[in-house]
């Protein structure tokens, strides 16, 4: 099993940042793919970001240019630096790891609240 604890979220004004951070701990010490997910009120969950454990990246459109996602493999952790936020980047945001055989797990989620 995986475990996944999501931290960074919270309150900050429109064109500001936040880090949000991921660590994955429990059987499975490596993973192939590890993505960030947002899901707005009323909305659908959305991939933000994804990356591969060769480093490659995949932004949402809304993404592009203003976050970053990043992994430490030593750590089993995921990363999104977010900046330039917009009060339509208010969600929840889910961490989401791909085992290597294809068993995805999903964190919790944390809060992150844009206001204008």
């Known amino acids: 099993q995986v475990q996944l604890v999501e931290s960074g979220g919270g309150l900050v004004q429109a064109r500001g940042s936040l880090r949000l951070s991921c660590a994955a701990s429990?059987?499975?010490?490596?993973?192939?793919?590890m993505s960030w997910y947002r899901q707005a009120p009323g909305n659908q969950r959305e991939l933000v970001a994804s990356?591969?454990?060769?480093?490659?990246?995949n932004y949402a459109d809304s993404a592009k240019g203003r976050f970053t996602i990043s992994r430490d493999n030593a750590k089993n952790t995921v990363y999104l630096q977010m900046n330039s936020l917009k009060p339509e980047d208010t969600a929840v945001y889910f961490c989401?790891?791909?085992?290597?055989?294809?068993?995805?797990?999903w964190g919790k989620g944390t809060l992150v609240t844009v206001s204008s």
């Open positions: 989401m790891v791909e085992s290597l055989g294809g068993m995805r797990y």
């Open positions: 429990g059987s499975i010490f490596r993973f192939n793919t």
């Open positions: 990356i591969n454990s060769r480093g490659s990246t």
